[in-house]
C-alpha cells in the first residue's frame, strides 16, 4: 500500500513539471524595430496670459469668475487660470499674480497683444506671454493612434511575407513594445509671436510638427513538435 502511494506522489510532482516547462525559448523568433513617421497639423495656438491685479480682501471669492470674464473678451474659449500667487502689500491689498492659457485658432490672434491693453486697468493688467503653435492632446492622441495602426500594418506584411518564404512555420505576431513616442515640442519664433502682437489678418496656415513612433516587434512561429515530444519524454 505504500508503494502505491508512494507512485501516486511521484506522478503528482512529475505532470506538473512537464505542463511548467516554457515553450518560448523553442520558438523561433524574428526581432524587429519599425518606425511611423506623421506629421500632425494643427490651426490652434497654446496661449498664455500673464496676470497682475490689486484687489481687496473682501473680492477675492469673485476673483476668478471675474478674472475669467475678462480673458473671455480677447477670445471666446475654455481659459485655464494654470497658476495663481497672492501676497499681501502694505496698504493692505492682495496682489495677485496668475496665469491663464487657451487653445485660440489662429484667426482670433491678430491684435492679442492690443486686446490685453484694451482690457487692462488701473490695479489690474492683462499681458500677452506666450503663444506656442503646439497640437492639442486630441490631436496627438489621434495621430499617435494612426501611427500605431501603420506600425500594425508594417508587423502584418512582414508575418505574410514570412510565411510566403517559410509557410511550413506559420509566424505570426508574438509581442510587440512601444518603445518611443516622441512628443511634438513647443513651436514658437519671433515671426509667429509678432503675429500675435500685431493688427493683421491670419492667413489661416496650419502649422505641422512631426510625431515619430518606434516600435520593437517580435515574430513567432511555434518549435518543432520532435523537439516538444523529445522534452515531454
Given at each position: 500500500?505504500?508503494?502505491w502511494h508512494l507512485i501516486l506522489l511521484s506522478a503528482c510532482w512529475i505532470f506538473p513539471a512537464w505542463g511548467d516547462v516554457?515553450?518560448?525559448?523553442?520558438?523561433?523568433?524574428?526581432t524587429l524595430q519599425l518606425t511611423a513617421e506623421q506629421w500632425v497639423a494643427t490651426k490652434t495656438a497654446l496661449v498664455t496670459i500673464g496676470i497682475n491685479a490689486s484687489v481687496n480682501d473682501s473680492d477675492l471669492g469673485k476673483i476668478q469668475s471675474h478674472l475669467l470674464?475678462?480673458?473671455n473678451q480677447l477670445g471666446k474659449t475654455d481659459w485655464h487660470i494654470i497658476s495663481f500667487n497672492r501676497t499681501l502689500d502694505q496698504s493692505g491689498?492682495?496682489?495677485?499674480?496668475a496665469k491663464a492659457e487657451a487653445?485660440?485658432?489662429?484667426?482670433?490672434?491678430?491684435?492679442?497683444?492690443?486686446?490685453a491693453k484694451s482690457v487692462s486697468k488701473p490695479g489690474e493688467t492683462f499681458?500677452?506671454?506666450?503663444?506656442?503653435?503646439?497640437?492639442?492632446?486630441?490631436?496627438?492622441?489621434?495621430?499617435?493612434?494612426?501611427?500605431?495602426?501603420?506600425?500594425?500594418?508594417?508587423a502584418k506584411a512582414e508575418i505574410d511575407?514570412?510565411?510566403?518564404?517559410?509557410?511550413e512555420q506559420k509566424y505570426y505576431l508574438h509581442q510587440i513594445n512601444f518603445v518611443n513616442e516622441t512628443m511634438p515640442g513647443p513651436v514658437q519664433n519671433a515671426?509667429?509671436?509678432?503675429?500675435?502682437?500685431?493688427?493683421?489678418?491670419?492667413?489661416?496656415?496650419?502649422?505641422?510638427?512631426k510625431l515619430r513612433m518606434v516600435a520593437l516587434v517580435e515574430l513567432a512561429a511555434a518549435p518543432n513538435q520532435d523537439v516538444v515530444k523529445m522534452i515531454h519524454d
Open positions: 500500500m505504500k508503494k516554457s515553450l518560448d525559448p523553442l520558438l523561433n523568433k524574428v470674464d475678462t480673458l491689498l492682495e496682489n495677485i499674480r487653445r485660440l485658432p489662429e484667426s482670433a490672434l491678430a491684435g492679442l497683444r492690443d486686446k499681458t500677452l506671454d506666450n503663444v506656442q503653435f503646439i497640437p492639442s492632446d486630441d490631436e496627438i492622441r489621434n495621430a499617435n493612434r494612426v501611427l500605431r495602426n501603420t506600425i500594425y500594418q508594417q511575407q514570412l510565411n510566403n518564404f517559410y509557410p515671426a509667429l509671436f509678432m503675429k500675435a502682437a500685431a493688427p493683421v489678418a491670419s492667413n489661416g496656415l496650419a502649422v505641422g510638427n
